[in-house]
């Protein structure tokens, strides 16, 4: 199989990395999450001047028509550059759910601002019981005349208290934890009803606990069936695992190249540290964690597109459970080998740890989708 680039997929490359290494440094990061916004609309703009916003999307849309390779591309950048913009939540899982359940006017009147940089997008669906099940809904959306009437509570809503619109899980029908009765909403993050608790996530991001009382939509806001989005929320969510996967790698190989600069520089006993054997060995031992990572990242991305769920998503656990183990070793690694600076907040490293902690517990950590994995059968006979 060919894993070179074409040269399309070099020059996105080539042009989110110098867009990054311009203007997005650690201290230019650490003034962004220090805002309060979670994000600078500066270089919010330049994503969408690069055309990152619409990546995904349909030419008609304001987007390319890019794959899943191009997702990698991007999103391998943006662990490098530890970016805190909620590409995400917007694009991935927001946008995502839009393009494929919405229908042609819903995608017309909503993805095009959002590959604009004008609309972001947040995707309400985790609740408090239902840890890392996706079918498990609590949320009662209820006819109401030609409409629909919303209450209930989300947390951990990635870029929820800067959205402009939020695409909000409701169960429609059955218990709580049916897979069917499950429908999608397109709710104005100001609408009457809805209350939203903005909060900084340890890894410099922002998040937010909302809050659905009587909220009223009409039944335009419905995406797809109103019983039956289960399907397209585990689609659109295996899509944003294999993004992490991804990110996680560019985070990883930042973690490591910054590890292997201080051993060179770190001096101890007269000599640079990295001329000790057992901290060349755990160096070693770094890369090998993180090529086996990226070998799951590229599976994750070539599988994403699967047509077949079952397939789909026995490949997708598969790489989480890799690149989550890959990432908590090269994160524990990299902190101890630069020591006590490692531990402080002014240092780089330490939030490289804190995202890859947060990408590892993200839609399931290692361990829930190693049992996800056993139950497909494993990875060779799905």
């Avoid at 867009?19 to 999450?33: G, H, N, T």
């Avoid at 629909?148 to 709580?176: H, M, Q």
């Avoid at 006993?269 to 057992?278: L, M, R």
Wanted: proline letters at 3%.
């Amino acid at each position: 199989m060919d894993f070179d680039l074409t040269d399309e997929q070099r020059l996105l490359k080539d042009s989110v990395e110098k867009m990054l290494a311009d203007a997005y440094d650690f201290e230019a990061r650490k003034r962004i999450v220090a805002s309060g916004q979670g994000f600078s609309p500066e270089i919010w703009a330049s994503f969408a001047e690069l055309g990152l916003l619409g990546l995904p999307f349909a030419e008609e849309h304001g987007g390319f028509g890019a794959g899943p390779v191009e997702t990698m591309i991007v999103m391998e950048a943006f662990g490098g550059a530890l970016v805190v913009e909620p590409y995400l939540a917007t694009v991935i899982l927001g946008g995502g759910l839009v393009r494929h359940a919405g229908s042609p006017a819903q995608q017309s009147a909503i993805l095009p601002a959002v590959a604009a940089g004008e609309r972001r997008l947040a995707f309400a669906h985790a609740e408090r019981q239902a840890r890392y099940d996706l079918f498990d809904v609590e949320t009662a959306a209820r006819r109401d005349g030609d409409g629909w009437t919303i209450n209930g509570r989300k947390g951990l809503v990635l870029g929820g208290d800067t959205a402009d619109t939020l695409v909000v899980s409701a169960r429609t029908a059955g218990a709580s934890r049916d897979r069917h009765g499950i429908g999608l909403f397109v709710v104005d993050a100001d609408a009457p009803g809805v209350a939203r608790r903005g909060y900084p996530t340890q890894d410099g991001a922002r998040a937010a606990e909302i809050t659905l009382e009587n909220v009223r939509v009409e039944a335009g806001a419905v995406l797809g069936d109103p019983a039956g989005a289960l399907p397209v929320i585990e689609r659109v969510v295996e899509e944003a695992i294999a993004a992490l996967c991804a990110e996680a790698v560019g985070a990883m190989e930042s973690a490591l190249a910054s590890t292997v600069e201080y051993l060179k520089t770190r001096q101890q006993f007269g000599t640079p540290i990295g001329a000790f054997q057992a901290l060349q060995h755990r160096a070693a031992d770094m890369l090998v964690a993180l090529e086996q990572a990226r070998s799951m990242a590229l599976f994750a991305t070539m599988m994403a597109g699967a047509a077949d769920p079952r397939e789909r998503r026995a490949a997708i656990s598969g790489a989480k459970v890799q690149v989550g183990r890959s990432a908590r070793f090269i994160g524990q690694q990299a902190i101890q080998l630069h020591g006590g600076v490692g531990m402080t907040m002014e240092f780089r490293i330490g939030h490289v740890f804190k995202r890859l902690t947060m990408i590892d517990t993200l839609f399931g950590d290692a361990d829930h989708h190693l049992a996800l994995a056993a139950e497909a059968g494993g990875l060779i006979n799905a």
